[in-house]
């Protein structure tokens, strides 16, 4: 078998057509991600916090008579 790649120019690119949605479709987009990456953040926040604390607590448990 044998893999066959097709060259894209520049002039080709130029020429190709790229539908972009509405502009009220691209603000809902933006703020769908938006929100969606501010969730991540406070996820890793969030998990961070208790990895913290449970190394804490297993130190602690560790170093105690």
């Known amino acids: 078998s044998s893999t066959h790649q097709m060259s894209l120019t520049a002039s080709a690119l130029q020429e ?3 539908p972009i ?11 769908l991600l938006s929100a969606a990456r501010q969730a991540y ?5 969030a998990a961070t916090t208790r990895l913290t604390l449970a ?7 560790l170093s105690s008579p």
Do not use: H, N, T
């Not at 509405?22 to 809902?28: K, L, M, N, V, Y």
């Not at 953040?41 to 926040?45: E, G, I, M, Q, R």
């Not at 190394?55 to 602690?60: L, S, V």
């Open 16 to 18: 190709l057509m790229v």
């Open 21 to 31: 949605p509405p502009i009220a479709e691209q603000r809902r987009l933006a703020e």
């Open 41 to 45: 953040d406070s996820a890793v926040a």
């Open 55 to 61: 190394r804490e607590i297993a130190f602690r448990s």
